[in-house]
């Protein structure tokens, strides 16, 4: 996304505020069946997400909180403004842009927007990302410091069912080979996959979780078509 395309998306994303608590579309889900990761439930609306999420480094605030009050101050409003000149020496620090950046999409997936936004601004999760369609959680990709043979067994008892299990091989950035164990169940309600994560050294140093809900995911295929 170039420099002016995101200046015009978080305008719009500020100028949508407003618009938070209108109607979201109607996507039928069944979330009573669906078990919980962190405490969230693929299919929820965001702003059910964003009542409990806080920031990875502010655990004390709620993300939607920090984002509403962060974006409106007058110093991420003169950084914005910033960004707009085209002198390389007087831009906004980086840190400041990762969380207007962040913030901004934050504030897309509760006005209803399809949006994927970082772990950082839901700390339960420590890592990875989160995708809302029409601002529905859809799907969620964290890595946990647990082993993979423990998460496969955690997700048996969450799914009652059972995976397809697979091993893949594959090169990693020190063009090293390494055998990678992946479990998938692909259920009419979710779609799930746990797949080890190994250090360079071909050490297990956590296990890589990805849960996605096809009804949300085949709403959005439709959409574009």
Same mark, same amino acid.
């Given at each position: 996304? =170039?420099?002016?395309?995101?200046l015009? @998306?978080?305008?719009?994303?500020?100028?949508?505020?407003?618009?938070?608590?209108?109607?979201?579309?109607?996507?039928?889900l069944?979330?009573?069946?669906? *078990? =919980?990761?962190?405490?969230?439930?693929?299919? &929820?609306?965001?702003?059910? @997400? @964003?009542?409990?999420?806080k920031?990875? #480094?502010?655990?004390?605030?709620?993300?939607? #909180?920090?984002?509403?009050?962060?974006?409106?101050?007058?110093k991420?409003? /003169?950084a914005? &403004?910033?960004? /707009? =000149?085209?002198?390389? #020496?007087?831009?906004?620090?980086?840190?400041?842009?990762?969380? $207007?950046?962040?913030?901004?999409?934050?504030?897309?997936?509760?006005?209803?927007?399809?949006?994927?936004?970082?772990?950082? +601004?839901?700390?339960?999760?420590?890592?990875?990302?989160?995708? +809302? !369609?029409?601002?529905?959680?859809?799907?969620?990709?964290?890595?946990?410091?647990? *082993?993979? $043979?423990?998460?496969v067994?955690d997700?048996?008892?969450?799914?009652?069912?059972?995976?397809?299990?697979?091993i893949?091989?594959l090169?990693?950035?020190?063009?090293?080979?390494?055998?990678?164990?992946?479990? !998938?169940?692909?259920?009419?309600? !979710? @779609?799930?996959?746990?797949?080890?994560?190994?250090?360079?050294?071909?050490?297990?140093?956590?296990? &890589?979780?990805? $849960?996605?809900s096809?009804?949300?995911?085949?709403s959005?295929r439709?959409?574009l078509?």
């Open positions: 996304m =170039t420099l002016n395309r995101f015009s @998306f978080v305008a719009a994303v500020l100028g949508a505020a407003t618009l938070l608590q209108a109607q979201q579309p109607n996507i039928e069944d979330q009573k069946a669906q *078990p =919980t990761f962190k405490e969230h439930r693929l299919g &929820e609306s965001a702003q059910e @997400f @964003f009542s409990i999420a920031m990875a #480094d502010k655990e004390s605030m709620l993300s939607a #909180d920090y984002c509403r009050s962060f974006l409106v101050t007058p991420v409003k /003169k914005i &403004e910033k960004a /707009k =000149t085209k002198d390389k #020496d007087n831009q906004p620090s980086s840190a400041l842009w990762t969380d $207007v950046k962040g913030c901004s999409t934050v504030l897309a997936a509760l006005a209803g927007q399809t949006i994927e936004v970082d772990s950082r +601004f839901a700390a339960e999760f420590d890592s990875g990302s989160m995708q +809302f !369609i029409a601002g529905h959680l859809a799907s969620v990709r964290f890595t946990v410091q647990a *082993p993979f $043979v423990g998460v067994q997700m048996n008892a969450k799914l009652n069912a059972r995976p397809q299990l697979d893949v091989t090169q990693n950035a020190i063009a090293a080979i390494q055998k990678q164990h992946r479990a !998938i169940w692909t259920l009419p309600s !979710i @779609f799930a996959k746990v797949s080890e994560v190994q250090s360079l050294a071909g050490d297990d140093i956590g296990t &890589e979780v990805f $849960v996605s096809p009804a949300l995911l085949e959005r439709n959409s078509n």
